[in-house]
């Protein structure tokens, strides 16, 4: 066992600076959700690697062997706000069997469980000065995929594909805004149930692209695809 001092029998060296549970996370992983937290509560300015690294129970020295410092955590949360939606939004452009109001509907349904469904406000780093900087590229880039991806799908509806193209990317740029300003009324009352406020939010979308043959899937459809994560850059 770690030798202690006189006292009041206080570890040597600290090996663990903070005790955690055990949450069955990677250490890389557990870094992730401490800057998480950090950065969404107290700022990431204010937020220094060694308190990264004592909220996820290990010394800051340790946690160079998993990230290389606050960009690269930043970078990490920023991504994986964007990357799963456009995963989706791949595999409903490519799903020509179904309408296309319905996989519209279904990408904003998941997209805001996404941003929605995690404890931190992930969505709020979006606005930070350092995210302009080179080291976010990939972020962007992914940023901008998924909004070309709703625009597309957008198109394919039959009142999208009505509209002129300058209408279409005007109403493309309303219903990503919608999706994701939608984490500031979650803020405000962070108690509402996310899957129907995400499934209330796709049926805004759909309004905002224009009528169509009928409604899009709806809540309680089952369509989806239940991501339950949090847009987290």
């Not at 690294?53 to 290990?58: H, K, L, S």
């Not at 409903?92 to 179904?98: I, N, T, V, W």
């Not at 493309?172 to 149930?193: K, M, N, Q, Y």
Request: glycine letters at 12%; hydrophobic letters at 40%; one cysteine or more.
């Amino acid at each position: 066992m770690p030798s202690t001092s006189g006292t009041g029998g206080r570890r040597v060296g600290r090996p663990r600076a903070t005790q955690r549970p055990d949450s069955g996370l990677s250490a890389r992983d557990e870094l992730l959700a401490a800057a998480a937290e950090l950065f969404t509560t107290r700022g990431y300015a204010a937020t220094t690697t060694r308190a990264v690294a004592e909220r996820a129970g290990m010394r800051q020295a340790t946690m160079y062997h998993y990230v290389a410092g606050k960009e690269d955590l930043l970078a990490a949360l920023l991504e994986s706000t964007v990357a799963p939606s456009l995963a989706l939004a791949e595999k409903l452009l490519a799903d020509g069997g179904r309408p296309a109001e319905d996989r519209l509907w279904e990408l904003c349904r998941a997209d805001v469980a996404l941003l929605c469904g995690g404890p931190h406000n992930l969505g709020a780093l979006y606005v930070l000065p350092e995210v302009r900087a080179e080291r976010f590229a990939d972020f962007h880039r992914v940023r901008a995929a998924l909004r070309s991806a709703y625009g597309e799908l957008l198109v394919a509806t039959e009142a999208g594909a009505a509209l002129d193209a300058d209408e279409a990317r005007l109403r493309a740029d309303l219903v990503f805004g919608l999706i994701e300003g939608v984490i500031l009324v979650h803020l405000s009352e962070p108690g509402r149930e996310t899957e129907v406020f995400a499934a209330a939010t796709a049926d805004a979308a759909l309004r905002i692209v224009g009528p169509g043959p009928g409604p899009g899937p709806g809540p309680g459809s089952g369509t989806g695809s239940g991501t339950g994560a949090g847009r987290q850059g």
